[in-house]
């Protein structure tokens, strides 16, 4: 990561983490489009207020509340469209529904022509309700019970991806009693580990996911999906990593995947007409990140998967890819109403905001990097270091480690943190009973609440001691 000179006049510059954090933007009023959602401005009056999808922040705020996710639905289904044509029609994108799943984002997936992957009897529930087809449904989980294996067959999913082995005989059994014959795929470890630009090729397959390539595990998986009637394999999956940049941790994980089906022709006489390669590819969270276009993924994707095929000598089979966070990342942002602000002398300024670790784990989860922006208006006061945390009886309760925000922010102010649509609300908690923001989609001068805010009823309405 680099790091470049800061510009005259940061405060407490000297105790800025070493190599985290590249100095203030020259214009804190700046919005980077990498990190924002597509209809994101700054009005350019002197107020300066941040609009999305033709609606400025403070009326979202006084309409809906906050803290909020506001989703631009225009870049979401934008981003939801150049996957689906990058890849053309011979392959097929499966959008992770854990990243945010709600009943509109089924809608809208549905409409652009993508199917969707889900990893529990409750995002089953979501997707079938909003009226996906069941056959582009995919069933992933490393521990799917019995019931949620006999509602994904009953609906009539279109790939169940088996994990284990003990997976394999039990959704067998339940397509058999059910007189189906179930797709599926087998899900290995092809002992690649993949994470933003790097990959380690000899990671062991030391996870919970999948079935281990090594030792002849993956092999043995197939050998008995191709015994059992109920099951009609028609593919191998692998999942390499999260926040990916670096094609190059797939490339070997496709030749280890096309070295498998190779392996099961000379075996059975058989060539798996599907592969996936899963999800895994990476946003931009701030400045610093260059991820690459969904076109440049798929022609790279195509290319490798099709050069292994040619030289193992089979045919190419239909790719799937499987991105979350690529396509609904990078359309929220959380908007936030900031409270206390506390500077602490030679160290930073504290930036506590309605929300926190409940609406955003991911900071504490995974030292995840987040930037932020004062939205309400536009301030041309000197940069202040700041931490920008929420209102949780915890210390690790952070948004934002390091950010610069305007030295003249007041409570009352809005601040956003942008890239917050992938594993936040989808991971939100109600740790210490604070309620779970709503999601309102923007788009053409309205706003919609797709996910409403959690009311203290609801809190109360489980506790039934
Ligand atoms: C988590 C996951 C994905 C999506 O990952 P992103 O980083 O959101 O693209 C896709 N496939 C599988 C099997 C996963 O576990």
Not at 136 to 148: D, P, Q, Y
Not at 152 to 173: C, K, P
Not at 351 to 366: C, P
């Amino acid at each position: 990561m680099s790091r470049s000179a800061h510009p005259a006049g940061p405060r407490h510059a000297d105790v800025l983490p070493e190599g985290h954090y590249s100095g203030p933007a020259a214009d804190l009023n700046a919005l980077d489009p990498k990190v924002w959602a597509q209809t994101v401005t700054r009005d350019a009056d002197a107020n300066g207020v941040v609009t999305v999808g033709g609606i400025d922040v403070k009326t979202l705020a006084e309409r809906h509340g906050t803290p909020a996710y506001v989703l631009d639905e225009a870049d979401f289904r934008e981003r939801a469209r150049a996957w689906r044509t990058a890849f053309g029609p011979d392959a097929d994108v499966f959008y992770a529904g854990k990243a945010f799943l709600s009943r509109a984002v089924v809608r809208w997936l549905h409409e652009e022509g993508l199917n969707l992957d889900v990893c529990s009897g409750g995002e089953l529930a979501t997707a079938l309700s909003a009226g996906m087809p069941a056959d582009r449904i995919a069933f992933h989980g490393n521990n799917k019970s019995v019931s949620e294996i006999t509602r994904a067959i009953e609906a009539g999913v279109g790939r169940i991806v088996l994990d284990s082995f003990q997976e394999i005989v039990r959704v067998a059994h339940v397509a058999q009693s059910l007189g189906k014959r179930q797709p599926v795929q087998i899900r290995i470890t092809v002992g690649v580990e993949a994470h933003t630009h790097e990959f380690i090729a000899t990671a062991h397959e030391d996870q919970k996911f999948g079935i281990p390539l090594a030792g002849g595990q993956a092999a043995e998986a197939v050998r008995r999906a191709l015994q059992l009637d109920g099951l009609e394999l028609i593919g191998i999956h692998s999942h390499i990593g999260s926040q990916i940049f670096d094609m190059s941790g797939f490339e070997v994980a496709a030749h280890r995947v096309v070295g498998l089906l190779k392996d099961i022709r000379d075996e059975h006489g058989v060539e798996l007409p599907e592969i996936d390669l899963g999800g895994g590819l990476g946003i931009a969270y701030t400045s610093d990140d260059d991820p690459r276009e969904p076109h440049d993924i798929a022609k790279a994707l195509t290319e490798i998967v099709t050069r292994e095929c040619d030289s193992a000598r089979l045919r190419t089979p239909r790719i799937s890819v499987e991105p979350g966070r690529a396509i609904v990342g990078p359309t929220a942002f959380t908007l936030y109403e900031v409270g206390t602000i506390k500077p602490l002398d030679g160290l930073r300024t504290y930036v506590s905001v309605d929300g926190g670790m409940s609406d955003n784990i991911r900071t504490a989860l995974y030292d995840a990097e987040y930037s932020v922006a004062l939205v309400s208006r536009r301030s041309d006061a000197e940069p202040m270091l700041a931490r920008v945390v929420g209102k949780h009886c915890e210390s690790g309760d952070i948004v934002v480690k390091d950010a610069f925000l305007p030295g003249d922010l007041a409570p009352g102010d809005l601040i956003a943190v942008p890239a917050t649509g992938a594993y936040c609300r989808s991971m939100a908690s109600n740790y210490n009973h604070v309620l779970r923001p709503p999601v309102v989609a923007v788009k053409d001068g309205e706003s919609r609440v797709i996910v409403r805010r959690e009311t203290e009823e609801d809190l109360l309405r489980l506790d039934v001691g």
